[in-house]
């Protein structure tokens, strides 16, 4: 019986001894799961991003105040709202130009009755004149009155039709057929009839306009009439026909960029004023070069760009120089070759050469 005991409990000794080994084995002996995708001939692309947000054309937005002073009585649009041009958009009280008006019209009548008065008085003298008992003076006297009387016609004609223009400038109308894109004032609040108090802003919509600050370096990938697609986070799955209409012939001397404009059709008001859009200009294009799947291209303990070269159960790695660059791909110009496999998953974390199994396409390793 002892012996049986002391035979088990040499037998588990020795059992737990070796799983410990086991477990304790060179890490040169993992093998890795790694997923692979090759190197072949493509056409890539630089490109310049374009970006901007969305403003209106020049002279198709605009705030409009009312210009002459006084309490506003009636603001019959909104946000959103359409207005024509020539609408009347807001009122204001215009009694006071009521009683200008009336005064201005008195003035008017009262310079109209002199004036026929001088010219009664100097025909009168003129006949005295010609039949000898008025004097020369008189006569004089009468032209001078009549010219005055003239003049204060012309004074008082002046005065009415101010008076006029002011009555109806208290009816606010849009200056162009837009959309009010917001609102400033209420109805009761005053305003001085200056452009410092805008009573609402008005924009045509139905082409807007990007103006793209783009580096002076980069300027030469654009020209005139040229057509972009912009796309936008805030419309997914839609794109936005443009045109570059205008480049500045002058640069910033503190930015080094020059403004580019760019106009967009806007029929059905999908973009909005502010709205931030994206375009991708081909700058450079290398056409039948080697490219690879960006998630290819690891870096080395220097910060330099490698690869891992697949061979059987075998990753080495290899230093390479990249040429393009985008988000999806990236051009090698040497280090790898047509049709070499490479390591897209998996990678992380190997040496120059390490023991690899490859996954099929459809299960990829759960560690990058």
């Known amino acids: 019986m002892a012996s049986g005991a002391l035979a088990a409990l040499l037998a588990f000794g020795c059992s737990h001894n070796s799983s410990s080994d086991d477990t304790n084995a060179p890490a040169g002996n993992a093998v890795t799961e790694v997923t692979v995708t090759r190197v072949v001939r493509a056409d890539i692309s630089r490109m310049l991003p374009v970006t901007g947000s969305v403003a209106a054309v020049p002279n198709c937005d605009v705030k409009v105040s009312a210009l002459v002073a006084g309490r506003v009585t009636a603001l019959g649009v909104a946000e959103g709202d359409d207005v024509k041009e020539g609408q009347v958009v807001a009122e204001l009280d215009d009694r006071p130009y009521q009683d200008q008006l009336r005064q201005a019209q008195a003035t008017a009548d009262q310079a109209k ?66 959309v009010v894109v917001k609102r400033f004032a209420s109805v009761g609040e005053q305003v001085d009839g200056t452009a410092a108090e805008p009573l609402l802003e008005i924009a045509s919509l139905g082409e807007v306009e990007l103006d793209v600050s783009v580096p002076a370096a980069d300027l030469k990938s654009l020209h005139a009439r040229q057509k972009l697609d912009f796309t936008s986070t805030a419309a997914p799955g839609r794109t936005f026909a443009g045109r570059v209409v205008a480049i500045s012939p002058s640069v910033d001397p503190a930015s080094n960029s020059g403004m580019v404009r760019i106009h967009l059709g806007n029929s059905d008001r999908a973009l909005k004023l502010g709205m931030f859009l994206t375009a991708q200009v081909p700058e450079t294009t290398h056409h039948a070069a080697l490219v690879v799947d960006a998630r290819a291209i690891y870096l080395d303990a220097q910060g330099q760009p490698q690869v891992f070269r697949v061979m059987g159960d075998t990753a080495t790695a290899a230093s390479v120089k990249l040429g393009i660059e985008t988000p999806d791909r990236d051009e090698i110009l040497s280090g790898a070759s047509e049709g070499d496999s490479l390591i897209l998953t998996g990678g992380y974390g190997l040496g120059g050469t390490a023991r690899v199994k490859v996954a099929p396409p459809s299960a990829a390793p759960t560690q990058p």
């Open 113 to 178: 009755a002199n004036l026929d008065n001088a010219k009664l008085a100097l025909q009168r003298n003129q006949d005295l004149f010609d039949r000898g008992i008025a004097a020369r003076k008189d006569l004089e006297d009468a032209r001078t009155q009549e010219s005055v009387a003239t003049a204060a016609v012309e004074q008082a004609s002046a005065a009415l039709a101010l008076a006029q223009l002011q009555i109806s400038r208290a009816k606010v109308t849009s200056p162009l057929t837009g």
